[in-house]
């Protein structure tokens, strides 16, 4: 369990898909109903759509255009934000997600959504569910060129949205990018390691980590 010393903390970082969404919804869309549909269009069978569509998101990891949607529906031929909407009913927020998002802001803690997400999945994910009325500020790596992978995004976020990093809480999924958080000065990162009751957890990798935000609930 991770302790969590509140009042030393001003600024919350929070990352969206993993950390306070479940998982499930993209890595469904991803692995299954778009290779049916690349299948489909292309008149290829669901193994070789699976095989190609893999091969292809491998090649893209720890890039921005891995999170691109406008990227793949280039690559692919298909208008992907589009085929996301198909499937914006598995969207939902991890439990106590929401009690979470509304302790910090009766604490007035900043809070600032920073996202690899394309700006077309933020509008999707905010329009189906209640998370975007408890942020101050909405970030999405798109916005700087690069991915939470590359340690410059954190200073660059900074500059836009003045934070002490010495008072400041970064939760992720993503043990890259919480490294590179970690690299940047900011001091306390915190690892969201149940992604979704579908999949595995996370490895935190020494990281301080939590399951349920119950236990880590201000």
Not at 74 to 101: C, G, N, S, W, Y
Request: with cysteine; hydrophobic share 40%.
């Amino acid at each position: 369990m991770t302790n969590i010393n509140w009042q030393t903390i001003d600024t919350v970082l929070l990352d969206m898909d993993g950390t306070l969404l479940d998982l499930h919804f993209d890595w469904h869309f991803w692995m299954t109903y778009l290779p049916e549909i690349y299948a489909n269009e292309n008149n290829l069978t669901i193994d070789e759509a699976n095989r190609i569509i893999h091969e292809k998101i491998h090649s893209q990891t720890g890039t921005l255009n891995w999170y691109c949607l406008d990227y793949w529906s280039t690559e692919l031929q298909l208008p992907v934000a589009e085929l996301k909407r198909d499937l914006k009913h598995m969207i939902q927020a991890h439990p106590e997600v929401m009690t979470f998002l509304k302790r910090l802001k009766e604490l007035g803690k900043t809070v600032i959504m920073v996202t690899n997400a394309h700006r077309d999945s933020l509008a999707i994910k905010l329009e189906m569910t209640e998370i975007g009325d408890y942020f101050d500020a909405m970030v999405s790596a798109h916005d700087y060129g690069m991915p939470k992978e590359n340690a410059d995004i954190w200073r660059k976020i900074q500059s836009d949205f003045p934070f002490n990093p010495q008072r400041t809480l970064l939760i992720d999924d993503n043990i890259h990018a919480l490294q590179t958080a970690q690299d940047f000065g900011i001091r306390y990162c915190v690892a969201a390691t149940h992604v979704s009751p579908n999949m595995d957890k996370v490895d935190p990798k020494g990281f301080s980590h939590f399951e349920n935000f119950n236990e880590i609930m201000p």
